[in-house]
């Protein structure tokens, strides 16, 4: 019993270095850029950072090399994956704080957090004059989290464990593309990349008609697609969208970070020709729905109050802030504080309630997820038609993701517990944005942002707010991305452990 | 260098603090507070011009930081001319003051809060910033990088053993079959 959970532990340690080792390898690419900028300083610090990371996931990776054959379980992959994305943010914080460009290491974590998370919160000084390594990493760090750093290991670095699957669903991510686990992780990574290269280009043409010259137009192009595609909402420059004062730019963003936000099983159907999927899906319906009545909420409430000069304007503004907030992108075209002094309760509302829903399942994207709101309408919609007709009756749920789908109780039960999770943990980030001196229409907001890994601010999130409010956002974005259980079960081992070897 | 850093960081300082300015002069986190108050009217903003020059036809965008935040500024071709320099990494761009009309949305460009110039002053040209590289970051790249690298071999030579790709000397010799037992 004791050797077997050794040999689990082993292994799960095993794995974690692997992950640690790919991040330490990722390094590199930061590194070249900063070398061809001549940003040399920069260099050394990626260097110093991917060694770090390197030296820890090695002697892991070996320590628990007698292990990894070893079978593992839910909890051991769930413990894999919340423990890749803890060390992780640790050691790839080295270089943000070897910068100079964050307070402390605890503002560096948050970045980290931040960005591996698809959030886009940011506690950077002076980004305007951030190097372009700096850049390159904090735009790599979000797109490699959208897609995960699990499945970044398991698809280059990890061959045929059995275990696999259970890693992948611990980073919140449970469609079966393929066969199996890797060549699933795999095909995520090439429908990404394949889209990389063509975001990359219309955004290269997008900012060239904006005025950037053709090189700085490239490494824009290149970095905002990283973080539309992933939903995550950094930007190269502190106005975000609004730097490039440009419809084309906005609309190309807008674009990406749609389709960013939709399940990989759905890009799947459709690249494999099953194009009728779009529009029967019910994570595209119910964001068709949820889209179409916060839009008007929104707008409503910016006619409302005259924020903008004509009914046009209210609409372009509102909607981009809208829609980036429930892809859970992030992406802005005003001010942080404008929300707070311009938009009014019944936009923020509106705003509010769409981070919290979120985009899709098995995305990129962070909140509720359309497919739970899917099953829960369904559900609702069966038990109110269960009411008025007679007793007898049998009432099923049925919902259309991919095929035709009858979600037994347990699917229905689970949409049900993510979602109540979600909105304790919206709660208890609200309570602390509160207990930390903030008004409650701007600790909510915050906390929608934080809890649905979106990145609009209202300005609470700043190098200078309180660090127990910056301990808590980093623990509420990475419960919320790796959806609770990958966490939960990594804090019930580790006090199972406490309570075994310390407690007498 | 550093001087001229410490002079330019309390010239940006200077701009940014209201008690400096007199008048219609506000810095960018008044304008964006306010910004009811200042919607229309005629203001004077300083700032440095950071990341590029976006020209759109026979008028530029200037995005003008007063240290705290940046201003989208709004201004003809012929009055940008002045400007050479945008502030990046490896430089500090030019520090500009503008008079023109500032609009919490500006009904010409879809809602943007920005400001259109009507006149531009220089008043200090941007320049080069040199970032050095201490020697202990060299040393403590050198001393992580070898070991880690190392490790890395182990680690690849490790799982090559184990998948019998790679066979190594540490593979024991196969004892039978040998054409040549003695060799």
Request: charged share 15%.
């Amino acid at each position: 019993m004791f050797a077997r959970r050794a040999l689990r532990d082993g292994a799960v340690w095993h794995y974690i270095g692997l992950v640690l080792i790919g991040m330490g390898l990722v390094q590199y690419i930061p590194l070249m850029m900063s070398l061809v900028c001549r940003e040399w300083d920069m260099a050394l610090d990626f260097l110093i950072s991917s060694s770090s990371a390197l030296l820890v996931g090695g002697a892991a990776a070996l320590g628990g090399r007698q292990s990894r054959r070893t079978k593992l379980g839910w909890s051991q992959g769930m413990m894999v994956a919340a423990g890749s994305w803890f060390l992780g943010t640790l050691l790839c914080a080295l270089p943000y704080y070897l910068s100079g460009n964050y307070r402390s290491y605890l503002d560096s974590c948050f970045d980290v957090m931040s960005g591996l998370t698809t959030t886009g919160l940011t506690m950077v000084q002076d980004l305007d004059h951030l190097s372009d390594g700096l850049n390159m990493w904090r735009h790599l760090l979000t797109f490699i989290g959208g897609q995960g750093l699990v499945v970044l290991a398991l698809s280059f670095l990890v061959k045929g464990t059995s275990g696999a699957y259970k890693m992948y669903v611990g980073e919140a991510k449970d469609e079966r593309l393929m066969p199996n686990a890797v060549s699933t992780t795999r095909y995520i990574w090439l429908i990404s990349l394949i889209y990389l290269v063509l975001g990359t280009l219309v955004l290269w043409i997008a900012g060239i008609t904006a005025g950037l010259s053709a090189d700085r137009a490239f490494l824009h192009g290149l970095w905002v697609f990283m973080a539309a595609w992933s939903t995550g909402g950094f930007a190269p420059m502190s106005q975000n969208i609004l730097y490039y004062h440009s419809a084309f730019y906005e609309i190309a963003t807008m674009v990406f970070f749609i389709i960013g936000s939709f399940n990989f099983a759905l890009h799947y159907a459709v690249l494999t020709g099953k194009r009728r999927e779009l529009v029967r899906n019910v994570e595209t319906l119910s964001f068709t729905v949820t889209v179409t009545v916060l839009t008007l909420i929104t707008t409503l409430g910016l006619m409302r109050l005259n924020v903008y000069p004509d009914a046009a304007a209210a609409f372009r503004k509102g909607f981009y802030q809208l829609i980036s907030g429930h892809t859970t992108t992030g992406f802005m075209t005003v001010y942080a504080r404008q929300f707070h002094y311009e938009w009014g309760d019944i936009a923020l509302f509106a705003i509010i309630s769409a981070m919290l829903l979120g985009g899709s399942a098995c995305s990129t994207a962070g909140g509720f997820k359309g497919l739970r709101i899917g099953i829960i309408a369904h559900t609702l919609g069966r038990e109110t038609r269960r009411m008025a007709l007679p007793d007898s009756t049998v009432c099923i749920v049925k919902y259309h993701h991919i095929r035709d789908v009858v979600p037994d109780e347990a699917q229905i039960r689970s949409a049900f517990m993510i979602v109540i999770l979600y909105i304790v943990t919206f709660a208890v980030g609200t309570l602390a944005g509160m207990l930390s001196g903030y008004s409650f229409g701007m600790s909510a907001f915050e906390s929608a942002s934080v809890t649905g890994n979106v990145g609009l601010s209202i300005g609470v999130t700043q190098p200078s707010m309180p660090s127990a409010l910056k301990l808590t956002y980093i623990v509420i974005m990475w419960v919320a991305r790796l959806e609770f259980m990958s966490v939960l079960a990594m804090a019930v081992n580790i006090a199972g452990k406490v309570r075994k070897n310390v407690l007498p | 260098m550093y001087c001229r850093k410490l002079v330019f960081m309390i010239l940006l300082l200077l701009m940014a603090s209201p008690s400096s300015v007199s008048g219609e002069e506000a810095g960018s986190v008044q304008l964006i507070q306010q910004a009811k108050d200042y919607d229309e009217r005629e203001i004077v903003y300083s700032g440095e011009v950071i990341g590029d020059i976006l020209r759109a036809g026979d008028h530029v965008w200037l995005n003008v930081s007063d240290g705290r935040s940046a201003m989208g500024v709004w201004v003809t071709a012929e009055l940008a001319g002045a400007v050479e320099i945008p502030g990046r990494y490896s430089q500090r761009g030019d520090v500009i003051r503008v008079t023109g009309r500032f609009s919490r949305a500006c009904p010409e460009h879809g809602g943007d809060m920005d400001l259109h110039a009507q006149s531009l002053v220089l008043l200090e040209r941007g320049f080069p910033v040199g970032h050095a590289v201490p020697a202990w970051k060299a040393w403590l790249a050198a001393g992580t990088t070898v070991p880690a690298l190392l490790l890395l071999i182990g680690v690849v030579r490790g799982f090559s053993q184990k998948r019998g790709l790679r066979p190594t000397r540490f593979t024991p010799p196969y004892p039978y079959g040998r054409l040549n037992p003695k060799a």
